[in-house]
């Protein structure tokens, strides 16, 4: 089965069709469909419109008890009906993006087992390692264009999920419809079930992976390997997007496949996308530009150290030496600074590490660790990056600290989800009298303080993916390179903000997310073919491409 256009080529009958979620338009079959396809009786007599079966949707949505059995529900109707599910998401995305994915997917996933009803996408377990060709085989899709793949491993803020990871890589695939108009019939979310050291997920009766603890190493990279070249025999040319692997695999896995097939790891590229994108929107609020800031990064993950290398790529692009560059960085992890005599340093944290002579008359003279706050007395940061995981980090000392040498700090609390925020946007506008510049890695609502309302953007990666995504289909890109992440990146801050509030936002609002996902596409799509990673076209060519690869949901005909 695969859509051509509006429609879809299918010999499958009755009751076959109701059961395919990409083909199923429920009481929107007309009588003409119904006796052509044999589904006279299957269905209630009278004929909807796809608007009125929105309406009823809509109005089960809204009475469910709690927010994880609305994210229930929609899952149901996703395996139901594909198009009723990405038309409802379409009219009511801002109210149902949280729901679908952060931050109440976080919760989904812990209870993935418990809530899981239908197959969708291909668990890989380690054990069936041999038959990875037979399984991709077994996927409904045969024109599959992106992937997302996830072992589960790290989960957001909330650790290893083992096999409920497969509900990340659901909800991203689900954004790259909902916001970038990908079609879903060409995607496909796949869990490498590589075991867990979730204890309780292991006693749990319920629980639906391979009940073991993760395989590691060799063994772990062999793994993954297979399924990487079963992937790039069965589809040569897709989009294949690493999620939520630690951060000792996340790195290695991107530099070992980004030259052999079109790659990324969303946690690392992805995010660092997004997070400059939306400090480069801050900045131009400030008026000050990125090479005169000193950054702070909580947290040295690889989201954090992605981030980092993105912006440090940024000033040397505007001339600024590499370690001046650098100098501008700062990493606090759960033991306080990076510097180059901590031990245990990763190979993409060490890129980050201050020199010690530098830095230790910083240190606590008990511990003799280098705290959080020694930091910002010592470096006195202009921004504050929260990747940490861990909530309530910016304290008002700190915050206040911050805020009695800069005017406007920059201050981004990144972790998901929302309950794992180092702080609330309430308290980092309260403690610095409104002047911080604050955007969230999980939704909040705008903040009302002394008459005035602050937006409060969502530094999400749903702004930088699903346009990333269509830009590589519509260009035909073969791989992606650090130069379409940063022209993502551009993008996103250059794009025009339509707001009518007195507080200007940092992102767009998520109504406009279509079109971002569009001007982004072009952006990278450009530069793709700058690089000769793409073949060029007329830009009037490129931008038909874009359109005709933006899928709106609407039922076509049955060919």
């Not at 002579?357 to 020694?374: C, F, K, Q, Y």
Request: hydrophobic share 40%.
């Amino acid at each position: 089965m695969r859509r051509v256009g509006s429609g879809v080529k299918t010999n499958r009958l009755g009751r076959d069709i109701l059961e395919n979620p990409l083909l199923n338009k429920g009481t929107a079959f007309t009588m003409q469909e119904r006796r052509k396809y044999g589904l006279l009786g299957l269905l209630p007599p009278h004929v909807e419109s796809l608007e009125q079966q929105v309406r009823r949707a809509y109005e089960a949505f809204l009475v469910k008890p709690d927010d994880l059995e609305r994210h229930i529900y929609l899952r149901n109707l996703q395996d139901t009906n594909e198009t009723l599910f990405y038309r409802l998401i379409d009219e009511h995305l801002t109210e149902m993006m949280p729901i679908i994915y952060t931050p109440v997917v976080g919760a989904a996933c812990q209870q993935f087992s418990e809530i899981y009803r239908r197959p969708r996408g291909l668990f890989i377990p380690y054990p069936e390692r041999d038959h990875i060709d037979e399984m991709l085989g077994n996927a409904m899709m045969d024109d599959v264009r992106i992937i997302v793949v996830t072992d589960g491993e790290r989960i957001l803020g909330l650790g290893d999920q083992g096999a409920g990871g497969m509900g990340i890589a659901i909800g991203k695939l689900s954004l790259y419809t909902a916001c970038g108009g990908i079609d879903p019939s060409c995607t496909l979310p796949v869990l490498l079930d590589a075991g867990t050291n979730n204890e309780d997920a292991l006693q749990d009766p319920l629980y639906i992976g391979w009940r073991n603890t993760r395989i590691e190493g060799h063994a772990f990279d062999e793994f993954v390997d297979l399924f990487v070249q079963a992937v790039r025999r069965r589809w040569p040319n897709v989009l294949l997007q690493f999620e939520d692997f630690a951060k000792t695999t996340a790195s290695p896995l991107l530099e070992r496949y980004r030259d052999q097939l079109c790659t990324f790891n969303d946690d690392i590229q992805g995010t660092a996308a997004v997070v400059a994108g939306t400090l480069f929107s801050a900045l131009k609020q400030t008026g000050v530009r990125l090479g005169s800031q000193n950054i702070l990064f909580v947290g040295a993950g690889s989201a954090a150290c992605g981030i980092a290398e993105q912006l440090v790529a940024t000033m040397m692009e505007n001339g600024m030496h590499e370690d001046e560059a650098r100098g501008r960085i700062f990493m606090s992890g759960r033991r306080g600074l990076l510097h180059d005599r901590r031990e245990g340093l990763l190979p993409f944290q060490r890129r980050h590490a201050k020199p010690h002579d530098r830095v230790r008359d910083w240190a606590d003279p008990d511990s003799g660790e280098i705290t959080l706050m020694s930091v910002v007395r010592h470096a006195r940061p202009t921004v504050l990056m929260g990747v940490s995981g861990h909530p309530g980090l910016f304290t008002r000392e700190l915050v206040t600290e911050v805020a009695g040498y800069c005017e406007r700090p920059v201050i981004f609390p990144l972790s998901n989800p929302t309950s794992r925020a180092e702080a609330t946007p309430a308290d980092l506008l309260q403690w610095t009298g409104g002047r911080a510049l604050v955007a969230t890695g999980s939704p909040f609502p705008p903040v009302e303080l002394d008459g005035v309302s602050y937006p409060i953007s969502q530094s999400n990666n749903s702004y930088i993916f699903p346009g990333l995504g269509l830009g590589v289909l519509a260009s035909g890109a073969r791989r992606i390179s650090d130069g379409m992440l940063m022209a993502a990146s551009v993008a996103l801050g250059d794009y025009p903000r339509r707001s009518s509030c007195a507080v200007e936002p940092l992102l767009p609002s998520l109504d406009e997310i279509r079109p971002v996902s569009r001007y982004i596409a072009r952006a990278v799509a450009l530069q793709a073919q700058r690089e000769g990673l793409a073949d060029d076209m007329p830009a009037t060519v490129l931008d038909e491409q874009i359109l005709s690869h933006s899928w709106r949901p609407v039922y076509g005909e049955l060919e």
